[in-house]
């Protein structure tokens, strides 16, 4: 009888040592078992970052396995040789193949709120101004950057102020000319206001829209190289893009509709990423404080997810023939611009 006495025995110790572990959360670094799609759903099993997965909006029409994908997290990578995949269990850091390089004040941080609901997508968070700033520290740097992803998702990035950089498409353009780019625009006049008003919340003292819009007020000659006018001139940044990119890498997103109709122009983005539909009119309301649209309030959350304080600020009184002149200064680059894009946005 002694040795199964020892063997109950030795099973209680590493039982109980077990127990000890786990009741000290020791256990949240062992490997988990990846449960497919529709366990998850229906089984109300608790995530890794500890939402419910029966709360994951648009997860049944996502492609199999997405949800988890979506969840897993991103571990350290350490030093790796470059253009070799950086891989584990959890997934790899690759490259963007989609970028939102423009514009600013024209509803890029909305555009990749709405669009990292999809499970397919996976997206850095802060704009990395890789291909503007800190392109001297390498594309392994870059890629680094990057959260990991599995087969099926794709990575994205968003720094509007790429559309206005000289060098930046020639130096995506060198990382891959397969790469995808998103144009956020606007109307040029409301934009540049919008530009003075954030500028203006940062620096009270700062002059008057009129004094800065023009570089003689008797005349009525715009100041193009205040960068609240020049960023709107559309067709100008474009023709550096298209010297390096086809039209067809690019998709341009109208600024007016992501608030009026999102769900709409957000359809017309999965189709252009190759996405199936999962961001819908279902993950919408409209915000009558703010003005735009906010994603509802997923089931379990104390309240729904607006964009932060900074957007949605109400803008300070522009003298009527200012806002003219300007509308008459940007109307030859607009009707160019519906011209290189093939759309008529209906800004005059």
């Not at 030093?79 to 600013?104: C, E, H, L, R, W």
């Not at 599995?150 to 000289?166: A, D, H, R, V």
């Not at 956020?184 to 829209?209: M, N």
């Not at 109400?314 to 160019?336: G, S, T």
Request: aromatic share 12%.
């Amino acid at each position: 009888a002694f040795p199964p006495l020892l063997s109950v025995f030795f099973t209680m110790i590493i039982l109980f040592t077990y127990l000890f572990y786990c009741l000290n959360g020791f256990c949240d670094s062992l490997p988990r078992p990846v449960f497919d799609q529709r366990s998850l759903l229906h089984g109300g099993i608790i995530l890794t970052d500890g939402r419910d997965a029966e709360n994951l909006g648009g997860a049944l029409n996502a492609s199999p396995a997405s949800v988890v994908r979506q969840h897993l997290p991103d571990l350290p990578t350490g030093d790796a040789p470059f253009n070799i995949s950086v891989a584990n269990t959890f997934g790899s850091k690759k490259f963007p193949q989609a970028i939102i390089i423009g514009v600013k004040k024209g509803g890029t941080r909305a555009l990749l709120e709405f669009l990292r609901i999809h499970p397919d997508v996976r997206a850095v968070g802060a704009e990395p101004h890789f291909f503007d700033r800190f392109y001297e520290k390498g594309l392994e740097w870059y890629r680094n950057l990057m959260p990991r992803t599995l087969e099926g998702q794709i990575t994205m990035e968003k720094t509007p102020s790429y559309f206005i950089t000289k060098e930046a498409p020639r130096r995506v353009f060198s990382m891959s000319r397969h790469t995808k780019l998103i144009v956020v625009v606007r109307d040029p006049v409301t934009r540049a206001v919008s530009d003075y008003t954030q500028t203006l919340s940062k620096s009270p003292g700062l002059p008057s829209f009129r004094s800065l819009a023009f570089r003689n007020a008797t005349t009525g000659l715009i100041d193009t190289s205040w960068s609240a006018v020049r960023i709107g001139i559309y067709a100008k940044h474009l023709e550096n893009w298209l010297r390096f990119f086809p039209p067809s890498r690019f998709l341009f997103v109208s600024g007016e509709r992501l608030v009026s109709d999102p769900a709409g122009e957000m359809g017309r983005v999965q189709d252009f990423l190759g996405l199936k539909r999962v961001v819908t009119d279902k993950h919408f309301y409209f915000n009558q404080t703010k003005g735009f649209p906010c994603l509802k309030k997923p089931e379990g959350s104390s309240r729904p997810r607006c964009l932060g304080k900074s957007k949605g600020r109400p803008h300070p009184q522009i003298p009527a023939e200012v806002l003219l002149r300007l509308r008459d200064f940007y109307r030859p680059f607009n009707l160019k611009f519906y011209q290189m894009t093939g759309h008529n946005f209906g800004w005059d």
